[in-house]
């Protein structure tokens, strides 16, 4: 069974970073676009920044310049690393990777989510 293990979540100060990993645990062929998404209370769950197998990557504006996404194909592992860190960013991250489990078929699959909190 393939899973997507997130983990470094946690409480931290405005102005303060964090390193969020997800690790794709099982049996798959290749991973194509892997991302982070976030979730605040009452709000729809956005994307955060995402990259491609190629390393190609996108962020949404609020986060550029302070969040960088990167990946280990070889681990396949995405990463996530966030510096001045703002309380608007307190949300619930989630991993998210397209997953080919053999030439025929891919599918996304999420990870269950991290709390990151930033105190003012």
């Known amino acids: 069974q393939v899973q997507l293990v997130e983990s470094g979540g946690g409480l931290v100060q405005a102005g303060g970073s964090l390193r969020l990993s997800c690790v794709v645990s099982?049996?798959?062929?290749?991973?194509?676009?892997m991302g982070w998404y976030r979730q605040a209370p009452g709000k729809q769950r956005e994307s955060v920044a995402t990259?491609?197998?190629?390393?190609?990557?996108n962020y949404i504006d609020s986060v550029k310049g302070r969040f960088t996404i990167s990946r280990d194909n070889a681990k396949k592992t995405v990463y996530l690393q966030m510096n001045s860190l703002k309380p608007e960013d307190t949300a619930v991250y989630y991993c998210n990777a397209r997953l080919r489990v053999s030439p025929e078929t891919d599918y996304g699959s999420w990870g269950q989510g991290t709390q990151v909190t930033v105190s003012s």
């Open positions: 990259i491609t197998s190629g390393g190609y990557t």
């Open positions: 099982g049996s798959i062929f290749s991973i194509n676009v």
